[in-house]
């Protein structure tokens, strides 16, 4: 069952509130150039059927409701990937009025994937790393209370393809 | 290869080969070769080999939430009869010619193949969301412009051999007019299985996840499984036609498996070529361009053995 978990992440995209780069570069991830099909990636279009929720966005005071909602709406077990500076810190939007960030403050986080916006390959890292958390945790029974995880060449471990590209 | 146990020989085949023990495999491997087949058209790698096994697995995993009602029991049945369906209409499929048990009768197994259709309305709509009612008036009306089609092309194969019977249907000698026929068959599987251009009732992100859209877990496992046998059932009937009764029994499993993946590839690489219609071209495309040669098959089918016995 743990490596049936692991190996079929099933995603639900939601954007509360991105300007559309993180989005762009997510859907690029699951393309012909990265197919993050190969590790059994889907992204699903019904939060009931998905695994893991890939949330963009600093979440606008109009998009909370909607995050808490989708949330709710996933069955267990599940991980939340925040992709993008935004949900982590609400970024360039700090202090922001029309904010009630970051991600953190309403749904738990599993994996932040930083960068704005984040390249493929980092978001594949994430789901990949999310898929393990996911599986791990539901084989312990219960919500894993350790800090999240970080991945992506914006934390200081370069991935192989941006490093290969950072050479050149 | 004949047995003396009627009764063992039914039942063998309806829970090991084309039964339940060979469909469910069959099933997911077939789904990865759909899988695999568009990746490979669209120049990716595509999922690896045991990933329908894997979601089926994790999906029977989730959690379902409480459904109090007659309404959380419809949403339990539906797709346990769509699957149950699918695999009894797997089961009839006369792969190996067999002289006792159940012999396959092609009505029962068009009214099977028809259930999970059926399923798939009446579950969209006891789900009460708005995009599985949308999914589901869509799927209703493709059934009613595919079917018209479908059972011409069965009835006018079966009027021109005189039978009903499917072992009978696979034993007797190929015409012309049987070819005709299994060709409006294929035009009709793909509305049949959901694939695209007429993946109109499950369009992904156009109406979330159509009738599926509230199904969570295991129930959502069951209907891929009954999916999964749908393109076994409705490949397979054709490969039934297809295939000349072998006696070998091993050779007629391999031809049968064989031209269900020739068809699965077929099915999948027009999928990934062409784009999804609007439900006013898919109905017109049934009714206008595809109705007009099935209906002449069929009456061609009728009048010849009418005009036969007229002749002195």
Redesign the interface.
């Known amino acids: 069952?743990c490596?049936?978990?692991s190996?079929?992440p099933?995603l639900f995209h939601m954007n509360s509130g991105s300007c559309n780069g993180c989005d762009i570069e997510l859907i690029a991830a699951l393309s012909?150039r990265y197919?993050a099909?190969?590790l059994?990636v889907l992204l699903?279009?019904?939060p009931?059927?998905a695994?893991i929720l890939c949330v963009t966005g600093p979440v606008t005071a109009k998009a909370v409701g909607a995050v808490k909602t989708v949330y709710d709406q996933i069955?267990?077990?599940k991980a939340v990937i925040a992709i993008g500076s935004c949900p982590a810190t609400t970024n360039v939007f700090i202090d922001s009025r029309t904010l009630d960030g970051p991600l953190e403050k309403h749904i738990p986080v599993d994996v932040f994937v930083p960068g704005c916006p984040p390249r493929p390959d980092a978001i594949i890292q994430g789901v990949a790393k999310a898929a393990e958390i996911l599986a791990e945790r539901?084989a312990k029974g219960q919500p894993a209370a350790k800090l999240p995880v970080i991945v992506g060449d914006a934390c200081g471990e370069p991935c192989s393809r941006a490093a290969s590209e950072g050479q050149q | 290869m004949t047995f003396d146990y009627p009764l063992i020989t039914a039942l063998a085949r309806l829970l090991i080969f084309p039964g339940l023990l060979f469909a469910i495999p069959a099933a997911w491997f077939f789904l990865w070769v759909e899988r695999k087949a568009v990746a490979l058209m669209q120049g990716r790698i595509g999922p690896p080999f045991m990933q329908p096994f894997y979601d089926f697995v994790k999906m029977m995993g989730k959690t379902t939430p409480q459904r109090p009602g007659a309404a959380g029991v419809l949403m339990r049945m539906w797709p346990l009869l769509a699957m149950a369906s699918a695999a009894g209409a797997v089961g009839l499929l006369p792969v190996l010619p067999s002289q006792g048990g159940f012999q396959g009768d092609l009505i029962l197994l068009l009214a099977l193949l028809e259930v999970p259709s059926m399923c798939i309305i009446a579950a969209g709509f006891s789900s009460r969301s708005i995009f599985a009612e949308i999914g589901s008036a869509r799927e209703a009306i493709l059934s009613v412009s595919y079917n018209v089609v479908f059972l011409l092309a069965i009835i006018s194969i079966a009027a021109a051999q005189n039978t009903f019977s499917l072992g009978a249907l696979a034993a007797l000698p190929h015409t012309p007019l049987r070819w005709l026929g299994i060709l409006a068959l294929i035009v009709c599987l793909p509305a049949k299985l959901h694939l695209n251009p007429f993946s109109l009732p499950n369009a992904e992100q156009e109406i979330y996840a159509g009738p599926m859209t509230e199904y969570v877990g295991a129930e959502l496992a069951m209907w891929e499984l009954s999916h999964g046998l749908e393109w076994i059932a409705a490949t397979g009937l054709i490969a039934a036609l297809i295939v000349p009764s072998i006696a070998t029994w091993w050779i007629a499993a391999l031809v049968f498996v064989g031209i269900i993946f020739a068809i699965v590839l077929l099915l999948s690489v027009v999928a990934s070529a062409t784009a999804r219609l609007a439900i006013d071209s898919s109905v017109r495309f049934y009714w206008q361009c595809t109705l007009l040669f099935a209906g002449l098959a069929a009456v061609i089918a009728i009048a010849t053995p009418v005009l036969a016995r007229l002749k002195p």
Do not use: F, L, Y
């Open positions: 069952m490596t049936c978990r190996k079929s099933w012909p197919d099909e190969q059994g699903k279009t019904s009931r059927h695994d069955p267990g077990p539901a």
